[in-house]
């Protein structure tokens, strides 16, 4: 199953690999979708923009409902599922954790400087990772290794700290797209050190990544294009 998150047009499914897609929106009020994420329940999470908060959709596929009790910020950036844990990235009031599927929040920011989080993503051996939009002085990576409780900054070597996506391949090589002529960083030791690694890419203000099973890296990129 695929899913599609939009700008402004909500969600689309395909069943059929991509090759068609159809609306599925029922329930959704809120339609800016920013990120996605499933868990092992079969149930699907979206974060939206513009205050919707988060929403989930029940294995069956039938309705969107809210489930944004303790969450105190709407603006979700990033979503992320971790065993039987589902991780939100606000922009504005850092990181939020849900124990029981979503039905209640509770804000996991500690020793989050940042707190405009984009990004976040789990690494093989079960580690937090956050990613955080340059603002006030404070942005770049930030890495927690006991479920969202504490949060430490691993920014080495990582030059631009306005990072819009995180990326995890099989290796446990993690990846940080960066904005504002940025580009890729990777690291290989779990976020102690980051390289950039930009041969061969001509726009480097990035938005977004995708790994595939073979762990070819895709990433979009913004403000690059012909139109």
Do not use: K
Request: proline residues 0%; negative net charge; contains cysteine.
């Amino acid at each position: 199953e695929l899913y599609a998150g939009t700008y402004g047009s909500g969600i689309f499914h395909s069943s059929d690999n991509g090759d068609s897609w159809s609306g599925l929106n029922t329930g959704l009020s809120a339609t800016t979708v920013l990120s996605m994420a499933t868990n092992s329940a079969g149930q699907v999470f979206a974060g939206t923009y513009f205050g919707g908060g988060i929403f989930r959709l029940p294995a069956d596929g039938s309705t969107w409902s809210a489930i944004n009790v303790g969450l105190s910020a709407t603006d979700v950036r990033a979503v992320a599922v971790n065993g039987g844990e589902l991780y939100a990235g606000t922009y504005g009031i850092g990181v939020f954790r849900s124990q029981d599927g979503g039905q209640s929040w509770v804000n996991t920011s500690n020793g989050l400087s940042a707190h405009y989080i984009t990004a976040l993503a789990v690494g093989t051996n079960g580690d937090l990772f956050a990613g955080a939009d340059y603002v006030d002085g404070y942005g770049g990576v930030y890495r927690s290794t006991d479920n969202g409780e504490n949060w430490t900054e691993v920014n080495g070597g990582l030059i631009n700290t306005d990072v819009r996506a995180l990326g995890v391949n099989s290796a446990g090589t993690l990846f940080a797209a960066t904005y504002t002529q940025g580009g890729v960083y990777r690291s290989l030791d779990n976020g102690d050190s980051w390289t950039q690694v930009n041969s061969g890419m001509s726009c480097t203000s990035l938005w977004s990544f995708a790994i595939n099973s073979g762990d070819d890296l895709f990433a979009g990129s913004s403000g690059c294009g012909d139109g």
